[in-house]
């Protein structure tokens, strides 16, 4: 505000306001310019509203924050939160059209899939007919000239080179939001030309390319028992990062059913015109999201869970072969090994609930949509409550339990192998109590470790060996003074890969 | 075109670009604010214009949360709610829908500033008899406070002044006291949810209001303590400051550039304590 005593600041101030977003044009019209200064999370929450107001009706508002309280006595009580709660049916789209990314709604025929990614189309600003026209409906017939296009039967005809024949792309190739319906029904040959645009973003036929550009992409999948599905490619499936379900109508909102049948009228017929993002918007929010911090607290907790996920103790008695991969590839699972051979207590240590890790694709979608959410609720940075609401669905098809385990033969924890949701609460909460028990043993192990990244080149040989020597040290009193586990073989993997670097400086240095 | 249609076309338009649109709040403002005008400018050459623009703006308005029910929260709620059916009429023909928008940008530009100068300019709304005489108005309901004070050494001997919160409130009953800007005091009522300010300049004290209570302004400037030192007196940093008409302090608050404000447990009155220039 003005520092300076005098009145000029004040007329400076009011004269700025007077050139504000109100203007009389010819004719005595009063237009009022939209405007420039738009908070794009507030315009994002105000979408949200609209959507789980106006258009989507759903009563299963399932991403809950704040403390947890419980309501009732018995085995049938229920939890309520002291905060903020929405539909994940409806924020985890809009969060995957900001971050321009991969989604798949499942559920059974007629929940709403194909109508929230309509939405999301004409939030992007396609206007309905054009998002209608670009779906992509999966087919058992779907070729990839379906797909992708083709050359004009005339070009093909009259070329002598590949180069002169000119494929016709299809629009929908182009168009920021993406809609495959049905994806489970496409044929296989025909889902390895979609991997590429989804993975890649670009598509290549006749020595052309045609690129995505940004793009949120959204599919549909109803479940198996429908028929006239085909098996997903592996790679296509990993490509999706995040899964959303759909959710049964509720009774409830039969009234405003009624009503739009009387009146013809459906929500996608108009969006209001202040919630539609442009697509510079579009980029801008993309990028404030990737620029909402992860706290080094968050990562070191999320690092901490899925670090131990792929930990197999049985799989090999060599240190980087202690993972389910190694089980994978020889042919065997996880229930083969997690047995009583195992001296790890199956209802503690987590490696025993999962048949397998995640991979680096999974760690970034789900920074990606923790930082996605804190920017949406307006948070400085992610917290864990934004981690914790995000993971079951990153994580919903990309992480398998490991059903022979003892820990599922548990009455309580049966339910668990049903719910991936719950699970996977399970898991984050478990690993939480863990990772504060843990603390004492593994902040002197992080420290070293932080101690001795970064280049080794500057550092003295005398400090390189004592270095090495601190290193092997604290490998000593792991392995020999606790049990390992998960959380124990994370860091021995770290120690020892430090170790080798150090060691590797040390050969260099006399091989000179 | 009649009213009633310009007011559906106007909704319908809305409807189709807000996603936090209320039809009935949109209505009310129809049946009030826009009949008044439209009453008022009957006949006149731009009443349809009138009437489109203060539409245009009354929707925008709801939409966006700046005009609500019960009393105006900002300047741009109490202007499109009350004076513009007041004063748009008194503005020559042709300068009307100017006079409107002019009421809009000014409003607008009040909601991006520290919610203590739209307060300011708010509280002496009942100044503005002109939309012609808005710009002067506005700055001057806002230069006292833009003004930072200049840094006082906290001496003595300190010149009290007293302040009577009754023409603006009968019922007031000054109470708790905080720095809302950096002239300005927000001082509470120890029985009810009601706010005064209170604009400090050297030789000057000036009451306004009623307000919302405004959030804290932290200022960097050093102020000394302030402690009630029996009887009937203040110890302010090393100066005592006899305060013999205030037997019981309710709330005592250093303000930069050497005020003190106290309020009384049993008094309407507010003293305002200066230190030596």
Known sequence: MGTTPTTPDARSLVRAWLDGRARVEPGDRLVLAGDAATDLAEKCRRAYDWIAEQAVLTAHHDLELGV????????????????????????????????????????????????????????????????????????????????????????????????????????????????????????????????????????????????????????????????????????????????????????????????????????????????????????????????????????????????????????????????????????????????????????????????????????????????????????????????????????????????????????????????????????????????????????????????????????????????????????????????????????????????????????????? | MSFWVRCAMAAEQAERRYAAWDPAAFEEFCREQVATLAVRLEGEPDADACVDALLTLGAEALARGHVGAGAPRTFLDLGLRSLAPALVPAVPAGGRVQALARLWNVGEGLLAEPPWLDAMVRARAGELTRLEDLERFVEAAITPVLVLPPPSGWAGPFTARVVDTRPLDDLFLPGALHIAAPSVVCVRDQRRPACLGLVLRRGEAELMGPLDELPPWESAAPAPAVTVEAPYGLRVGVNAVPLPQVHTPAACLAVPGGFVVVSSADSQRLWVLEAAP
């Open chain 1, 68 to 512: 947890p309280r419980r309501l009732g006595t018995g085995d049938t009580g229920l939890t309520v939160r002291d905060g903020p709660a929405w539909a994940s049916f409806i924020l985890l789209p809009l969060l995957n059209l900001v971050c321009g990314r991969r989604l798949v709604f499942v559920g059974a025929p007629g929940r709403g899939k194909t109508t929230v990614a309509t939405l999301m189309g004409l939030l992007a600003g396609d206007d309905l007919q054009s998002v209608r026209d670009g779906i992509q409906h999966g087919h058992p017939q779907l070729t990839i000239a379906d797909l992708l296009g083709s050359p004009l039967p005339g070009d093909l005809v009259r070329a002598t080179d590949a180069r002169a024949v000119k494929v016709v792309w299809r629009r929908w190739i182009s168009r920021r939001v993406k809609i495959i319906d049905e994806y489970n029904r496409i044929p296989t040959k025909t889902q390895s030309a979609l991997l590429s645009l989804m993975a890649e973003g670009y598509a290549e036929m006749f020595e052309q390319v045609v690129h995505t550009g940004p793009s949120a992409w959204f599919l549909t999948a109803n479940d198996d028992l429908g028929g006239g599905t085909f098996p997903v490619i592996e790679a296509l499936r990993d490509r999706i990062d995040l899964v959303v379900r759909c959710t049964p109508f509720h009774a409830r909102h039969l009234e405003v059913l009624a009503e739009r049948i009387a009146q013809d009228r459906s929500p996608e017929a108009f969006v209001p015109a202040d919630i539609v993002f442009g697509p510079d918007e579009l980029d801008a929010a993309g990028a404030e999201v990737r620029a909402v911090p992860v706290p080094p607290e968050v990562l070191d907790v999320l690092g901490f869970l899925l670090g131990q996920l792929d930990f197999c103790r049985r799989a090999s008695d060599r240190l980087e072969a202690m993972n389910k991969d190694t089980l994978h590839l020889a042919g065997r699972r996880v229930g083969h090994v997690c047995t009583e051979d195992c001296p790890l207590d199956k209802q503690v240590h987590l490696c025993a609930q999962t048949e397998n890790g995640v991979s680096p694709r999974a760690y970034q979608a789900l920074l990606g949509f923790a930082k996605a959410l804190a920017w949406f609720r307006g948070a400085g940075a992610v917290g864990l409550e934004d981690v914790r609401l995000v993971l079951p669905w990153v994580l919903h098809d990309k992480l398998r339990p490991n059903a022979t385990s003892e820990f599922f033969t548990k009455e309580e924890h049966a339910v668990l192998l049903y719910d991936r949701v719950a699970w996977v609460h399970q898991l984050l909460d478990r690993a939480l109590a863990q990772h504060a028990a843990y603390r004492p043993v593994r902040e002197p192990v992080r420290a070293l470790c932080h101690a001795q990244e970064g280049s080794l080149g500057g550092r003295a040989t005398p400090e390189l060996r004592q270095a090495a020597a601190e290193l092997e040290r604290a490998m000593v009193d792991l392995v020999d003074h606790h049990e390992l586990s998960g959380a124990v073989y994370e860091d021995l993997l770290a120690l020892k890969s430090l170790h080798a670097r150090v060691r590797a400086e040390l050969a260099r240095r006399r091989a000179r």
